[in-house]
């Protein structure tokens, strides 16, 4: 079955660095659009970032364009997040989610099949 592991998450002051790794199996990954999300308490599940199949287009909230930066490498089945000039707002549980194939959209979370089970980012002040 489909599987998605995120991993880096942790404790980081404002204004350091973070990197997240997702980890897909039991799909062809290459097929799949793979995005970021996140979700503080008492908050919705919000959209991060996208990468299209071959990376070569990405998508970025408002509020972490300039910040944050995602990558894939296919031929690992990883995707990644780079996390830079941290704030306290990015605090959340962070989840790697993979589109269903037939979408369109990159900023919902209904239009993404498969998800992690998350990993939680604190930033503190």
């Known amino acids: 079955q489909v599987q998605l592991v995120e991993s880096g998450g942790g404790l980081v002051q404002a204004g350091g660095p973070l990197r997240l790794a997702c980890a897909a199996s039991?799909?062809?990954?290459?097929?799949?659009?793979m995005g970021w999300f996140r979700q503080a308490p008492g908050k919705e599940r919000e959209f991060v970032a996208a990468?299209?199949?071959?990376?070569?287009?990405?998508n970025y909230a408002d509020s972490v364009k300039g910040r944050f930066t995602i990558s894939r490498d296919n031929a690992k089945a990883t995707v990644l997040l780079q996390m830079n000039s941290l704030k306290p707002e990015d605090t959340a549980v962070y989840y790697c989610?993979?589109?269903?194939?037939?979408?369109?959209?990159?900023?919902?979370?209904?239009?993404?099949?498969?998800w992690g089970q998350g990993t939680q980012v604190t930033v503190s002040s």
């Open positions: 039991g799909l062809s990954f290459r097929s799949y659009v």
């Open positions: 990468i299209s199949f071959f990376g070569s287009s990405t």
């Open positions: 989610a993979a589109r269903n194939p037939k979408s369109l959209d990159v900023y919902n979370v209904g239009a993404y099949d498969h």
